[in-house]
């Protein structure tokens, strides 16, 4: 059974920083292509960035220079190294494998990014 996990979020200062991780299982995770997305209270599900399966990578303009998404295939593990968060970030962070190569679109459970003084 195809399933994302997330872990990594948390309660961080303005300025602060954090590593998020979504753990692949059930799915043939280096061929993919594989993003970020967040979702603020009141607010549509934004993207925060993608890497494909040649690692390149793009990145919603709010996030660019402070976010980075980076993927290991041998750990099957995707993550978004956030740096110098503000709170505008303060979101759930969902993973996310689109539909793509005959499989379904997938959503890891989400983590809740908190910046706050």
């Known amino acids: 059974q195809a399933q994302l996990e997330e872990s990594g979020g948390g309660l961080v200062q303005p300025g602060g920083s954090l590593r998020l991780s979504c753990a692949a299982s059930?799915?043939?995770?280096?061929?993919?292509?594989m993003n970020w997305y967040r979702q603020a209270p009141g607010k549509q599900r934004e993207l925060v960035a993608r890497?494909?399966?040649?690692?390149?990578?793009t990145y919603a303009d709010s996030v660019k220079g402070r976010f980075t998404i980076a993927r290991d295939n041998t750990k099957k593990t995707l993550y978004l190294q956030m740096n110098n968060l503000k709170p505008e970030d303060t979101a759930v962070y969902y993973c996310n494998r689109p539909a793509q190569l005959g499989t379904d679109d997938l959503w890891g459970q989400g983590t809740q990014v908190t910046v706050a003084s």
């Open positions: 890497i494909t399966s040649d690692r390149r990578q």
């Open positions: 059930g799915v043939v995770f280096e061929v993919m292509l």
